[in-house]
Nanobody
Framework: QVQLVESGGGLVQAGGSLRLSCAAS????????MDWYRQAPGKQRELVAH???????SYADSVKGRFTISRDNAKNTGYLQMSSLKPEDTAVYYC???????????????WGQGTQVTVSS
């Protein structure tokens, strides 16, 4: 069984920064792609940032230039550095990863429980 645990959310003023972490645990052989999603009240969950096994990244237009996704493969941990935060970034942020785990190994998609980010104006 694989668990993803997000941390680092909180309340911040507009213009501020936060760093989210997503720690994966379990009998993990490798983490393939890792994504950050967010869901604001009354809105659909949206993809914010994506990072491949090799470290290639992509971002939603709304966060380009402000957010940076990264990963530490040795620690099975992903990060989302968020800067120049705006009130419209307020949402629950979720980590999603495709993980090769278990014995025999098999690939599955996992989600974290989410962490709240609130940006005040």
């Amino acid at each position: 069984q694989v668990q993803l645990v997000e941390s680092g959310g909180g309340l911040v003023q507009a213009g501020g920064s936060l760093r989210l972490s997503c720690a994966a645990s379990g009998r993990i052989f490798s983490i393939n792609s890792m994504d950050w999603y967010r869901q604001a009240p009354g809105k659909q969950r949206e993809l914010v940032a994506h990072i491949t096994t090799g470290g290639s990244t992509s971002y939603a237009d709304s966060v380009k230039g402000r957010f940076t996704i990264s990963r530490d493969n040795a620690k099975n941990t992903g990060y989302l550095q968020m800067s120049s935060l705006k009130p419209e970034d307020t949402a629950v942020y979720y980590c999603n990863a495709v993980v090769l785990a278990g014995y025999p190994p098999y690939e599955s998609d996992y989600w974290g429980q989410g962490t709240q980010v609130t940006v005040s104006s």
